[in-house]
């Protein structure tokens, strides 16, 4: 059974940062397209970024320069450092994985989702 855990969500300040850790189990990650992706309220859930199996990366414009996606396979875990939170990065974030190495940022064609973790940034 795959499953997929978040972590580190939580409230900042403007300008403030946070990491956002997903452990990953019951499927071969190593070889897996992973990304997050986050959902504010009354919004469609968007793609944030997401990294290949070989450690290439792509992001959403809003996020280029603040966030950084990585991946330590050893340990099954995918990482989402984000600097320089602004008030509109509130939301939901969620780790998700793909069941092949192709990589996207399209929610729609990852297979697996975690429970995900709030991010408030307040102004």
């Known amino acids: 059974q795959v499953q997929l855990v978040e972590s580190g969500g939580g409230s900042v300040q403007s300008g403030g940062s946070l990491r956002l850790s997903c452990a990953a189990s019951g499927y071969t990650y190593n070889n897996n397209c992973m990304g997050w992706f986050r959902q504010a309220p009354g919004k469609e859930r968007e793609g944030v970024a997401a990294i290949a199996s070989h450690g290439s990366t792509s992001y959403a414009d809003s996020v280029k320069g603040r966030f950084t996606i990585s991946r330590d396979n050893a340990k099954n875990t995918l990482y989402l450092q984000m600097n320089s939170l602004k008030p509109e990065d509130t939301a939901m974030y969620y780790c998700?994985?793909?069941?092949?190495?192709?990589?996207?940022?399209?929610?729609?064609?990852?297979?697996?989702w975690g429970q995900g973790t709030q991010v408030t940034v307040s102004s």
């Open positions: 998700a994985a793909r069941s092949v190495s192709i990589c996207s940022m399209w929610s729609a064609v990852f297979d697996y």
